[in-house]
Nanobody, 120 residues
Framework: QVQLVESGGGLVQAGGSLRLSCAAS????????MGWYRQAPGKKRELVAT???????NYADSVKGRFTISRETAKTTVHLQMSSLKPEDTADYLC??????????????WGQGTQVTVSS
């Protein structure tokens, strides 16, 4: 089992910046990658950014060039640096970790989420 704790959400004006952090604990040796998703009221959960523990990153088109995902290797902590924030970035941001198993299945773990609100 993996436990995830997010921090860093809050209220910011459009054009501002925020940094989200997600700390993993538990069976961290099994984690293959981590990432961030977000869900706005009335909308589906969507991918924001992911990073494999091999260092490969992936971003949603809507955040490319504005958000950067990074990882502290020793601490199994992932950060999401968000810049040039827009009101449409307002959502609950959820941390995600996954482990790819020997039988080609995948376990997925979720944090509780941290709210990001961008005012216009």
């Amino acid at each position: 089992q993996v436990q995830l704790v997010e921090s860093g959400g809050g209220l910011v004006q459009a054009g501002g910046s925020l940094r989200l952090s997600c700390a993993a604990s538990g069976s961290i040796f099994s984690i293959s990658g981590m990432g961030w998703y977000r869900q706005a009221p009335g909308k589906k959960r969507e991918l924001v950014a992911t990073i494999s523990f091999g260092g490969i990153t992936n971003y949603a088109d809507s955040v490319k060039g504005r958000f950067t995902i990074s990882r502290e290797t020793a601490k199994t902590t992932v950060h999401l640096q968000m810049s040039s924030l827009k009101p449409e970035d307002t959502a609950d941001y959820l941390c995600n970790a996954y482990e790819d198993l020997w039988d080609n299945t995948r376990n997925v773990y979720w944090g509780q989420g941290t709210q990001v609100t961008v005012s216009s």
